[in-house]
């Protein structure tokens, strides 16, 4: 079992920035896959950004050279910084996660098994 927990949602006008951290409770060099996704209401969720174990990793179209996903091992940390905020970017973010070989290859889409509990991201026109 994994606990995710997420952090740094907010409100930002249209082209600001934000850094989303997730927290998780196991060590991230052993979990194989680690994302972030994004959920409006009405809407199915939508893979942003991936990252495996070994750094690789992975974007939707929508946030490629705009968003960045990295992890600080050291602190069992995730990270998801978001540039160039657009007002569609506005949305619940969550991290996921999954400690299973058979996740591999890690792409953005992948979510995971387990799955922080989101943090809300607004972005104003």
């Known amino acids: 079992q994994v606990q995710l927990v997420e952090s740094g949602g907010g409100s930002v006008e249209s082209g600001g920035s934000l850094r989303l951290s997730c927290a998780a409770s196991?060590?991230?060099?052993?979990?194989?896959?680690m994302t972030w996704s994004r959920e409006v209401p009405g809407k199915e969720r939508e893979g942003v950004a991936g990252?495996?174990?070994?750094?690789?990793?992975s974007y939707a179209d929508s946030v490629k050279g705009r968003f960045t996903i990295s992890q600080d091992n050291a602190k069992n940390t995730l990270f998801l910084q978001m540039d160039s905020l657009k007002p569609e970017d506005t949305a619940m973010y969550y991290c996921?996660?999954?400690?299973?070989?058979?996740?591999?290859?890690?792409?953005?889409?992948?979510?995971?098994?387990?799955w922080g509990q989101g943090t809300q991201v607004t972005v104003s026109s």
């Open positions: 996921a996660a999954d400690d299973s070989k058979e996740s591999l290859p890690c792409e953005y889409s992948n979510g995971g098994i387990y």
């Open positions: 990252i495996d174990r070994d750094g690789r990793i």
């Open positions: 196991k060590d991230t060099d052993r979990l194989y896959c």
